[in-house]
């Protein structure tokens, strides 16, 4: 091998390049997709030039790190296409985010629709003049200085190596500062510049499809106290088939959304006089969450969980105790004073719960104990992140917080996940895959303590055989945590429960157990919440069943529907019955047609419908409507409510 030339290793086997090769031709046969590479682990631009012993891999658009590069590019064409618009407009960020990408700016007014159809129709001429994407290494005075009309920038650039989160990284991550020009292919003239970590695609070009998909504001990095800006969101995917799919999703997701349908079917409300995030729930809503709270006390009986109730307010000396003031204060509402002492509206149950496990002695043979609560919490939402019932400030867990010796850890875990899954498949959901989060940066204990609890949730993940993945440095701050994913009727993801072995609590606290050999041990805490919130998972349930609830979550379950007025009393006989069964049924007795009052059950989404008629009337017989507009003629009143009293009891999905 010459001077000139380079061993590098390239899908697993060495290779001999010329020196000066570059990423892209060195992966110039690893097909059309390639848009980036990887090397030595870290992703960098086609345009890099490899050094002796790199090891390089492509990196295709259709994968997650090239979509990410794929709509961090089209964030960049948008906030081109909006500045030459819009010549006034300065520049926040644009990351890409989960399915798409935005970028906030600074503009005299918020953008109106005809103005995101004028910046979609730029960008379409930007991406076809195929401008490149060119990375420079400057310094921070050469930043400053071209950056000097863009303060945003300029702030991010005092941020350099210490940027607040993942979001601001993609404009100064690291110590290194760069910028990329977009250039025009023919001249070279630059025709765009932005503040940049990269890497980019190797030209506009590259972007298959894209589409802007509304505006509204947000504040400069997060926080009320700074400007409002406005943000474009959009999406870009590898082929516009891919992006034709995900569009039908979202089109399916708004008919879906858990806002939109609570008001139509009556559910629940979110009155401005009360305040952002703190929902109210109307009496349908409150026989749906009724039903939920109610089920999930008997399977929590059954599993031998004992219940608790703790107030909403507690001292500051509490959450000082449990380290929460020190961890978590930008979350929880400020203090009010009351008798000479600071009290908070509680952000979480379980310190609450401790003291109830230290309120008096216990004995090995108490252990494991199981608590249980219902317990609403109230944790401060920055306005912009508030959303329905999926992000609340003011909420009610399904908390439990069990309490059990080391040699019961494992078990205890395996068990509870077990648990947990059970009851999330009774509510109709069936695709599950976990997520095992580890010790953050910041955090309490040794390590040895972590790897303990660690080890112990990946024993229970294990033995549930539940698919999951391993998050790095993703737990809170004093306990690593497994997380519960769902994918609901629509392939959608949602995060609900969350188990987390917590050795720190129990030490703060002081608390203890008498072991068998008569020693004072200290016991192992395990915090759970399995829908994660009522609310939360009531919104989740709307979306997944599109307000159509199974029969025995239903508010109403059976609509009473006569013919005429004459028939009436004979329905009203048949819902007496169905109500000593337990079935919560209506009689629709007003002055609207048959058919009117069938679209009204329809629109409401009620599971039956039982019509009445003369025939029906002389036969002692219904005729048997479902959901999906079937219907069965001359049904036995007898048969008729033994097959609702079974769809309800048997939980059936219709």
Known sequence: MSSQQLRITLAGSEHVVDAGATAGEVLADSGRGVIAARVNGTIRDLAYAVADGDAVEPVDIASADGRAILRHS???????????????????IGPPVENGFYYDFDVPKPFEPEDLKAIEGRMRQIVKQGQRFARRVVTDAQARDELAAEPYKLELIGLKGSAADAEESVEVGGAELTIYDNLDPSSGELCWKDLCRGPHLPTTRQIPAFKLMRSGGAYWRGSEKNPQLQRIYGTAWETRERQDEYLTLMAEAEKRDHRRLGAELDLFSFPSQIGSGLPVFHPKGGIIRRVMEDYSRRRHEAAGYEFVNTPHLTKAQLFETSGHLGFYKDSMFPPMELDGAEYYPKPMNCPMHVLIYASRGRSYRELPLRLFEFGTVYRYEKSGVVHGLTRARGFTQDDSHIFCTPEQLAGELASLLDFVVGLLRDFGLADFEAELSTRPE?????????????????????????????????????????????????????QLSTLQVDFQEPGRFGIEYQAADGSRQRPYMIHRALFGSIERFFG?????????????LAPVQVAGIPISDAHVAYLTKVAAQLREEGIRVEVDDSD????????????????FMLLAGDADVAAGAVSFRYRDGTQKNGVPVADAIAEIVTAVRDRIQV
């Not at 906030?79 to 010549?87: H, K, M, R």
């Not at 390590?447 to 737990?475: F, M, N, Q, R, T």
């Open 442 to 494: 910041k955090y309490v204990g040794t390590p040895e303590e972590w790897a303990a609890a660690e080890a112990a949730l990946k024993y229970a993940l294990d033995a549930s055989g539940l698919p999951y993945v391993i998050a790095e440095g993703e737990g809170a701050f004093y306990a690593p945590k497994i997380d519960v994913h769902v994918r609901d009727a629509i392939g959608r993801r949602w």
């Open 540 to 552: 989740i349930l709307v979306e997944h069943y599109a307000g159509a609830f199974p029969p025995w």
């Open 74 to 92: 089209t964030a960049h064409v948008m906030a081109q296409a909006v500045q030459e618009l819009f010549p006034q407009a300065k520049l926040g």
């Open 592 to 607: 609207d047609r048959m058919q009117k009052k069938i679209r009204t059950a329809q629109k409401q989404k009620i599971p």
